[in-house]
Every structure is written in structure tokens, then in C-alpha cells.
């Protein structure tokens, strides 16, 4: 998979690299007179116009199930929202006495069966075990494994992550 990155870099290079092609064939038909340069300079420009559309309109994601854009950004949304969940029910399993972020976790608690199905596809069995083994007895050690594994997942399928990493 291409970052955006990587498609902008490529994109400008295609279209720098055609139109410099189009503009040395056309100095050299002017240059010369040979008329085949003339042919070659209209060629490059029009390769170097495609390339330029083609760029400004990058082709949109496909997840592999047909939803396109929408469907990356849910299974993104998913993945951010299942590492909220892990930070929350950690800080509270640590501080028992204080919920001040109690009041989060009824809205990720009721989508839990959504994150997982979505990090089972997405990130696959190592992270989701992670995920699980975590939800079963939360604990701070389990949940920088579950989070840093949350992490890695968003970070190989394109996603903003969420999640801040400290060394």
C-alpha cells in the first residue's frame, strides 16, 4: 500500500519528469526542424497532462469489502477507539475510587463486539489476542502490550494513530 506521501512524491516526479521531456523535445524540434520531435514534444505534454490529473485526483482507498474511503476510515475510527478503550479501563482499574473518565466507557464498552471483529480482519491474531487477553484481567503491563500492538496495527494500515508511545 502507497502512503499519501509517497503518491504526492511519485505524482510530481511523473509530471515533472514528462513535462521537462515535453519541453527538451519541443527546444530540440525548435533547435532542429526535425518534424518527429515535433510529434515527440506533443506525445510527452499529453503523457505529462495525464499524469498531472491523475495526480490531483488520487484513486481512493479500497478496503477489500467495496465500501471504498468510508469503510478505512471506520476500521480506523475502530482501531483508535479500541485503544481509547484499553487507556480508559486502565486508568480505572488503577484508580478504582476516581471516574472522571467513567463516563466514555458505556459508548466503547457497547462496540467492544465491533472492535473486535475489526482487529481480527484487520491486525490479525496476535493483536487481537493482545486486545482479548487484555479485556479478561486489565492491568497496566497488559494494556501497554494491547495499546503498542493497537499501535503498530493503525500505524501498517495507514491510520492516525491515537496513541502516544513514551520510552
Known amino acids: 500500500m502507497v502512503s499519501s506521501r509517497q503518491y504526492y512524491l511519485l505524482g510530481l516526479s511523473a509530471t515533472i519528469s514528462t513535462l521537462a521531456a515535453g519541453l527538451l523535445s519541443l527546444g530540440y524540434y525548435l ?3 526535425r518534424n518527429e520531435y515535433l510529434v515527440y514534444a506533443v506525445l510527452w ?3 505529462s497532462l495525464l499524469d498531472y490529473i491523475v495526480w ?10 467495496g465500501e471504498g474511503l468510508e469503510g478505512e476510515e471506520k476500521y480506523c475510527g475502530l482501531l483508535r477507539e479500541s485503544a481509547e478503550l484499553v487507556a480508559i479501563l486502565a486508568t480505572l ?3 478504582r475510587g476516581e471516574y472522571a473518565v467513567a463516563w466514555r466507557i458505556d459508548s466503547l464498552l457497547s462496540r467492544v463486539d465491533s472492535m473486535k471483529d475489526t482487529i481480527i480482519n484487520v491486525c490479525g ?3 487481537f489476542e493482545e486486545f482479548d487477553k487484555f479485556l479478561k ?4 503491563e497488559e494494556a501497554s502490550k494491547a495499546i503498542r500492538s493497537l499501535h503498530d496495527c493503525m500505524i501498517s494500515h495507514g491510520c492516525r494513530s491515537n496513541v502516544s508511545l513514551e520510552e
Open 31 to 33: 533547435y532542429s526542424g
Open 45 to 47: 505534454l499529453l503523457i
Open 56 to 65: 490531483h485526483r488520487p484513486p481512493r482507498k479500497n478496503t477489500g469489502s
Open 93 to 95: 482499574s488503577e484508580h
Open 125 to 127: 491474531g496476535e493483536c
Open 137 to 140: 484481567s486489565p492491568s497496566m
